[in-house]
């Protein structure tokens, strides 16, 4: 009455779309407060800090340090919302949020700069577009590649 052949490829299909449904799901990384890095901290997705980070933290991604959370160190991302401790340079290639409880002690780069009334960085402030910036910077180094490997060659 039931052909277990149906059953099994419809259990191999079904496995293969939950698969593809969770590759396609982005993920967040936290580090819970009581918690404690040492080291430069990488990720390619968001992460959240509620706990602390000493050392630089390299986020490809967005970068959420809640009020608990501390970074003594560079932050380097795409986007950030703090509102807890950073000691330490933020570059960020679009948006930065200092929420109302944030404590920066460093220089802030943004592209887009969002403070709160309350929140606290001792610092300079310095606003561009560094993803713009950046194309370019990397454009001229391969026209100076190309017109040094010019040089180098020997008409014959």
Request: hydrophobic fraction near 35%.
């Amino acid at each position: 009455m039931f052909n277990s052949n149906k059953k099994k490829s419809g259990a191999s299909n079904m496995n293969k779309s939950v698969k593809s449904d969770t590759a396609n799901v982005s993920s967040v990384n936290m580090v819970s407060e009581g918690t404690e890095i040492i080291g430069t901290l990488k990720t390619k997705s968001d992460i959240r800090i509620a706990g602390s980070v000493d050392g630089e933290a390299q986020v490809e991604g967005k970068i959420i340090v809640a009020s608990s959370g501390h970074i003594d160190g560079n932050i380097d991302s795409k986007d950030a919302d703090i509102a807890g401790r950073v000691e330490g340079e933020v570059h960020v290639s679009s948006k930065l949020t200092l929420r109302q409880s944030a404590v920066v002690e460093g220089d802030l780069y943004a592209q887009n700069l969002v403070v709160e009334e309350g929140a606290t960085f001792n610092g300079a402030c310095h606003m561009r577009d560094y993803a713009a910036e950046k194309k370019m910077q990397d454009a001229e180094e391969v026209s100076e590649s190309s017109e040094a490997d010019e040089k180098d060659s020997v008409a014959v």
